[in-house]
Structures are given as C-alpha cells and as structure tokens.
C-alpha cells in the first residue's frame, strides 16, 4: 500500500476570472505546506500548483486532507468543496507518473509539468516538509517523465484533425479562413486548408518567425491585429497554446463560423454556437500510439516504486527478526559461552550483536534484491500495415468480431513468421534444421550480457571479450550500424553463447544473401532473436531473459515476446 494521499481541485473550466484567485505567491504556497503539515500530522506534505489546478500529496496524514488544503489557501472549503478531487491508493502512482508526462494536462503532453513539480518538491524541502519517501518517490516520477518527453511525441498532430476542419466548414471556400495561433496543429490545419482552395490567414507574435513557422500560401498578421480580420473572415478558427481567451463575446460581432481548437478554451463560453474539437468527432490514432507507449514505460515504473516501498515497510520486521535470530543464536550457545567463565556475559553480547548485524544484512540484501526486481519489454508489438524486411508479408491485423455487431471482440492476424521482434529457428535457412516447436522449452530462458555496439563497425572478439562466463545469451545494441564478423561468432558459440539478440532486424549485412551469421549461429543450434528493442535502457547489465516463441508446428520462426527481468 503506497503511504500517500492525494487531493486536489481543478479550475482550469472556470473562467478566467476565477482562475485568478488560484494564482499564488511561492511564500504564500510555502506556508500552505507548514499548515497542513502541522494541522494533518502528515510525515511529508508537497503543494503542486499549474496552470490547471493545485494539488497536495500528503504522506501518512492522521486526519482527512481536503479541508486543510482549501483552508491554508483561504479558499472557502463550502464554496470549492464540490470542485475538488481525491485519488484511489490503487490509482495514485499511475496518476502521479501520468501527470507528471503531462497526460492529464489539458495542453496534453506539456512538458512544463516537470519543473513544476520540481519547484513543487523544492518548496516542500526548504519548508521541512520533505521526507526520504516523499524524495524517493519524486525523483522516480521526474527521471520518467523526462523519458518520456524525450523518446515519444506526445503532442504529435493527428491530420485527421485537420480533415475533420475541413469537413466542418466544407461549402465556404470563398470566405477566408483567420487562424488565430501558430502551434502545430494551427500549421497543420493552415496547410490543409491551403491545399483545398481556401485563402488563410494566420497569426503569429513574433513576425521575425513567420517565415519558417508560416506555412507556404498562409498569410501571417501579428496577433495584435487578429480583431481587425474578423470583418473579412467568416471562418475563424482558434488553436493556441496560452490560457486567456483570444477572442470574448464583446469582440465578435455579426455572423461567424467559430471553431476552438485549443486544448484549454481559447473561445469565451459566453459566445454561443462555437465548434470545439469534440464536435469534430475525429479519432487522434498518432497521439494514441504515442500515449499507449508512454504507458507502457510508466507501467513498468509504478511496479518498481511499488516495489520499493514495499521492501521499506519490511525494515522494521526484518530488524524485529534479526534480533529473534540472533538471540536465538545466543540461547543455542549458552554452554560453549560458559567456557568463557567470567567474560562469558561480554562474549554474549559481541556474539549477539555480531549475529544481529549478519542477519540484518542477509535479510535486507534478499528483500531489497526482491524489492528492485525491475521487468523490461524487448518486443516491438505487431501492429496493422507494419512492413517487416524486404518481401516479407505486410502485417495486417483487422476486427472480425465486434463488441457492435456481436456483443464480444475478436481480432483477425495475417502476419510472417519473422515479423515484429522474432525468433529464428535452425529450419529457417537449414534445409535439416530444428524448428522451434522441436526446441526443448527450456532454451528460451537465459542469462544475457547486454553490449554497447552503437559507435558503428565490426564487432570484434576484443568487443565481446568481457562477456561474463555464466552467460549463455547475449544482445547487440547496434542501431543498425555494427554487424557480427565470422570470428566473433565462432568465438562466442564456442564460449557457449545460445542465444544471439539483435536490435536491428537482420543480423547479416544488409544485401548479403548468403547469409553468413544466420548460418554460422543457426547451424550449431542456437537461435537468434532480431527487431529487439529498449536495449538502450539495459546497456551493460546482465539480465535473466525470458524469450517465447508463439508455438505452431514447423516453426521456421515466430514473433516472440522478450523480457528481461534485471536489478534495478
């Protein structure tokens, strides 16, 4: 059970008006973490506050959190209660990470999260309101979220928006079109309209920008001047990144077509008749993907924080157990301690304290190994169209029953036997070769050395020399510019290696049909594992692998889902 408990209020629904009162001083939002440090016992006590909401993790309060929050912010608690929000202890991790990614901000995948949440730990610091849990786990939320800013595009624009644009205002092609803001998505709509018939105009605050950031056949105008356009355009179509509104009721006058595009509302309420992005009815398929990877990586972190923290509430019992132990211990030795006649109670003592700290160390040594335990995937998922090497059949992955038409769902899979991250089995270029369904279970289990062969070239002997010798597997990290040489194969399957893992998606050189590794490693019966991926993550570790086939009879090869289970 994760000691924390979070509450918060959002307010980035209200008006601008209001969401003034939540603009706080950072010593006002200091003393708020005094007061309800003081006021709920809590161990530790940390205030987050964005631009959508304040927030309050509170470690191990003796008393309901809600209230006090509301109160050290002089926000009426019977004014603001029906606004604020509790997180489940099941969900409180997920929802920590998420936000932290900014998959819960309203400018979805924002990056300006982080280093609020670092300011928000540094407050709670310099206040005394920090604890080694709460820093713990502030520091596992902020390295993932940093990971996921850079490995995935969480604000990738979705085109579908832009067609679903076009579909809305389709019959006003003569009218031109006034885009107000220039982020991705006003770019990407602006270019779409452009290329079906339609005049745009585009605004843009910083004009020595628009040159690249305007797209060809767009008209910029500066911001400043977006009202003085609404008598020319009809459509006028908001999508900025700020948080006041771009345009009020008092600014539009006469008939518009109004579309409001912004993740946080761009258009004033009070203007009625104004399209938002859920009147598009449009699916957001690019962002989604990038979503469900970061989930995968934040998934994975919760398990470990999880883990940890269940090894910190052991320490007590473990301690409570090295004592038992080593009185125990002591109770067993009493007659050889007698020999020692006077000095026997001295001896006593230095072999109970001796025998407490082994004990102590055993025990924590085996739970902390538990407790950092960490599982990470090495497989790229088979997903529709993906195109795997050259003349390989496409995937194509497509519903066959439907929770619509059926009442159950039910996936239709054309794919490859060396699709996606695979396994190559010995029949695969051995015309007597095993295949894997012949393959002893066993085999798909090892320990792996994880190598950095990215600088690019020939990996030779010298590279793999250090592999240590209980490894019976070992995987490349290439990026697909290092390639095995024969002798380093012969080497290392005379070492023993069983399993060879590559990130790229074949182990040859590209265009040498002979194939020389798939025959030189295939024919002493190893396997080779290819398409890995995240190995980046693991580099120099040894891991215990775990790489599953899919069982079918002859089995030249199969998609296979790899992990690698190692201590974090």
Known sequence: MIPLTIVGLRFDHLGPDVQEQFSFEESRLREACVKIKKQTQGKSVLLLATCDRIELWCE??????????????????LAWMHETYSISTDALLMHCFSLACGLESPLFGEDQIISQLQQAYERSLSAGCASSLLSYVVREVVTVAKQVQTRFDLQVVDQSIAEGVLSLIAGHESQPVLIIGSSALARSVASHLVQHGFVVYMTIRDEQKADYIVPPKVVAVPYEQRFSYLSLCHVVISATKGMEYTLTKDQVAGAHLLIDLAPVRDIDPLIEGVFCMEDLAVELPEREREKQKALHLIEAACEKVEQYILYRSTVGELQSLAVDAANDLVYRLQAPLKKFGEGS???????????????SHSLYAQKKSQAKRCH???SKPLENGQIGYDGDPTVVISPFHTMEKEGWRLTHLQFGSHSATHMDSPAHVLPNGMYLDEIPVSRFFATACVLDCSMGGDITIEMVSSVEPDCDAILFYTRGNAYLTGGTTTYLLERGIRMFGFDAANCDRPGDLSLPIHHAILGRNALILENLANLEQILHKTVQLTALPLSFVHADGSPARVVATYEG
Do not use: N
């Open 345 to 359: 109670g001295d001896f006593a003592r230095i072999v109970h304290e001796t025998a407490r700290k082994a004990f």
């Open 60 to 77: 191990q309060p003796k008393s309901e959190t809600i209230e006090p929050l509301l109160c050290s912010l002089s926000l009426p608690p």
């Open 376 to 378: 990470l995937d090495l």
